[in-house]
Nanobody, 117 residues
Framework: VQLQASGGGLVQTGGYLRLSCAAS????????MGWYRQSPGKQRELVAS???????NYADSVKGRFTISRDNAENTVYLQMNSLEPEDTAVYYC????????????WGRGTLVTVSS
């Protein structure tokens, strides 16, 4: 399974960005897809995830601002990020697991999101 992420960039506080992540390869192995992020000096943290059936889970810090969605026909997951804050600045990594409750097994290359104050 390969994951290709795109959509990062530079945005001002209060702005928005949309990240995309397309999966290819052995798609049938994929269950949940999602996004982690990592800021300098911090551990990688879960941002949001979504199951194949569409059930979403969010970190408290992004609830109400970020929305994760998934197009199973296109094997793509999206992260709509609104009301961005400087604290959202990080490298965002797309990921996927193979079953309920499992840790991510597949990772895409990160995409940098920078929010200027």
């Amino acid at each position: 399974v390969q994951l290709q992420a795109s959509g990062g960039g530079l945005v001002q506080t209060g702005g928005y960005l949309r990240l995309s992540c397309a999966a290819s390869g052995f798609i049938s192995r994929i269950n949940a897809m999602g996004w982690y992020r990592q800021s300098p000096g911090k551990q990688r943290e879960l941002v949001a995830s979504i199951t194949r059936s569409g059930r979403a889970n969010y970190a408290d810090s992004v609830k109400g601002r970020f929305t994760i969605s998934r197009d199973n026909a296109e094997n793509t997951v999206y992260l709509q990020m609104n009301s961005l804050e400087p604290e959202d600045t990080a490298v965002y990594y797309c990921n996927a697991n193979e079953g309920p409750g499992q840790t991510p097994k597949y990772w895409g290359r990160g995409t940098l999101v920078t929010v200027s104050s």
